[in-house]
């Protein structure tokens, strides 16, 4: 037994689920005079079941009919790469055209491609206009990443009040890199006034996320005892858990924490090895532990 598929017309084996040819999932239908907004939902549950190329199909029909949504999911596969050649010219013109619409995630999306230059010239300029747009939409990413270039100066004046509002905003959104910058600014009073205990909080929630910087500065609020009692038990542990995401800094504390018996049973071996990864990682503290370490044995 076999079935045809509704997207090629060939012939795959009864015991198949989707097309040998095109990804088409078996008895899924692709209906070219559906409205956009049921092309696009089709494009999704095909992209659920792993049929990437049919996914394709649905939002590229869906999009010619001008259906932003679809205009921004087509131009992420072209981007991608996922069911289709990778475009990223095409790319680009897909994702103005979504947020030409006012689709905030188009716009934020269009806002990377002109800050890294991917289907376009960089231009810092209008990578920040299309981040605005974005954020007064209420795009969290867009608030993080506008918050950086106001942090940075890229594109706008450098303003690190306005930075760290967008990091606040960000943060209460929940994107995890503003939680940590939100840290960093409170712990070293940038863009506002300094405040250990509310930097501590700031990285505690995005380590819960697993962000390996956080996880980091929080070994570091844990080890000096900056917002928070000095436990270097819990410090080791926040510097092992930020190691294994292979955070360079990191593994150079971990490796401390081994040579001196911080929260650890000291190992020299062990710190020699963290030291190793922390310069393979570019870090130069490391690099000099180990020249140390080197003449004592």
């Excluded at 190329?53 to 790469?81: D, I, R, T």
């Amino acid at each position: 037994m076999s079935w045809i598929c509704p997207m090629c017309s060939t012939a795959n084996d009864d015991s198949m689920e989707s097309c040998m040819v095109c990804d088409a999932v078996r008895d899924m239908k692709f209906t070219a005079e559906a409205p956009p907004e049921q092309q696009y939902k089709d494009g999704l549950a095909a992209r659920e079941s792993g049929a990437e190329s049919l996914a394709v199909q649905c939002f590229l029909a869906a999009a010619e009919k001008g259906y932003a949504p679809a205009e921004n999911e087509y131009a992420s596969c072209l981007y991608s790469g996922k069911g289709v050649e990778r475009d990223l010219d095409t790319a680009f013109d897909y994702f103005r055209r979504a947020a030409a619409r006012g689709y905030s995630k188009a716009q934020y999306n269009l806002a990377c491609c002109f800050l890294y230059g991917h289907g376009t010239e960089v231009n810092n300029e209008m990578a920040v206009k299309y981040l605005a747009m974005a954020s007064a939409r209420g795009h969290a990413q867009a608030k993080y990443l506008l918050g950086t270039c106001y942090y940075y100066g890229k594109g706008v004046e450098q303003n690190y009040f306005t930075a760290f509002s967008f990091y606040s905003a960000a943060a209460s959104a929940g994107v995890a890199a503003a939680q940590y910058n939100m840290g960093f600014c409170c712990e070293n009073g940038i863009g506002t006034k300094r405040d250990f205990s509310q930097a501590y909080d700031c990285y505690s929630l995005a380590a819960a996320k697993g962000h390996a910087a956080a996880l980091n500065a929080m070994g570091n609020c844990c080890f000096y005892g900056t917002g928070t009692e000095k436990d270097v038990d819990k410090a080791a542990i926040y510097y092992r858990k930020a190691a294994d995401k292979g955070f360079a800094s990191a593994q150079y504390n971990l490796g401390v924490c081994y040579e001196k018996g911080y929260g650890v049973e000291a190992n020299l071996p062990t710190a020699k090895s963290w030291y190793k990864h922390a310069a393979d990682g570019g870090n130069p503290g490391a690099a000099e532990a180990l020249k140390r370490l080197s003449r004592m044995t």
